[in-house]
């Protein structure tokens, strides 16, 4: 097989997060890792160009981490990463301590220990908390993840990490999840999305979008999720938010190719849910 083009951009499932987020308005910062290379220069600049503050970034001496990301003509993609100088990211979770203030505490695509590290920080700190533990580490199973998920208000899961954590102990329906998480998110691409809180259940249709590139959806949804869910959305609304959000992020080539506040709320006009847009119109 032969490729049509190459592209080197930015990406990371915190970076993409980070950038969403920014996008939509909040004020993100990144905790990250990156070589003091010319490759660790350029990411930390693509971050500071999207408003994305890099202050607690850890410089170290290893190549900064990148992956390769093919993307087929359906806009799928299938991913190789190198880890590189993100071995060091337990090093960098220590610079999330007080007298540190944020409002909320993501972390993503970390292993277990690293994310319980973290997020039992964001915590300390008054912080709300979600984890998106991706596909490998989901795959490592319910109970290598449960010490991180005693520390987590929101877990984003797609439909085979889900899958992956129910049949190694997390119950059919997540049961023991749920008893240790308050709201669950399962992402469902194209099928939407739905989410348990507490005792409730919602869930929201995908918007019908001309798939490009699917990377860095996931991420631009989780932070479309949190954004709305500050706003104090209802459940379902958010939902609907993050569909959209990711409906256009996938529509756009690149892992940082999410929509800004505006772009998303005209999306959510002129697809029915004014209603929607003009709750978070109000909130900010």
Not at 98 to 125: F, Q, Y
Request: aromatic content about 8%.
């Amino acid at each position: 097989m032969e490729a049509r083009f190459f592209e080197k951009r930015p990406g990371g499932a915190a970076a993409n997060f980070a950038v969403a987020a920014a996008k939509l308005g909040a004020a993100a910062s990144l905790l990250c890792c990156v070589g003091l290379d010319r490759e660790g220069e350029w990411l930390l600049h693509e971050l500071e160009k999207q408003s994305v503050s890099t202050s607690l970034a850890l410089r170290v001496e290893a190549p900064t981490g990148f992956s390769v990301v093919v993307v087929d003509r359906r806009g799928e993609r299938a991913m190789v990463a190198y880890r590189g100088a993100n071995a060091f990211l337990g090093q960098a979770v220590e610079r999330l301590a007080a007298p540190l203030k944020a409002d909320w505490v993501h972390a993503a695509s970390i292993k277990p220990d690293v994310a319980e590290a973290a997020l039992s920080a964001g915590k300390r700190i008054g912080a709300a908390t979600s984890y998106d533990p991706g596909g490998a580490v989901a795959r490592m199973g319910f109970e290598k993840l449960s010490g991180a998920l005693k520390h987590v208000d929101v877990l984003f899961l797609n439909e085979e990490e889900a899958a992956a954590l129910a049949a190694s102990g997390g119950g059919s329906e997540l049961e023991r999840v749920r008893e240790l998480v308050p709201l669950v998110v399962l992402k469902k691409g194209a099928k939407g999305s739905a989410a348990w809180l507490g005792g409730s259940f919602a869930e929201a249709p995908a918007f019908k979008v001309e798939v490009v590139d699917t990377t860095g959806a996931g991420d631009a949804f989780d932070a479309a999720f949190a954004y709305a869910l500050n706003a104090r959305l209802e459940l379902r609304e958010a939902l609907l938010f993050a569909n959209a959000c990711a409906g256009l992020k996938v529509s756009r080539r690149g892992a940082q190719s999410s929509p800004t506040l505006a772009e998303a709320l005209g999306f959510l006009r002129s697809a029915g849910f004014a209603d929607i847009a003009s709750k978070l119109r109000e909130r900010f």
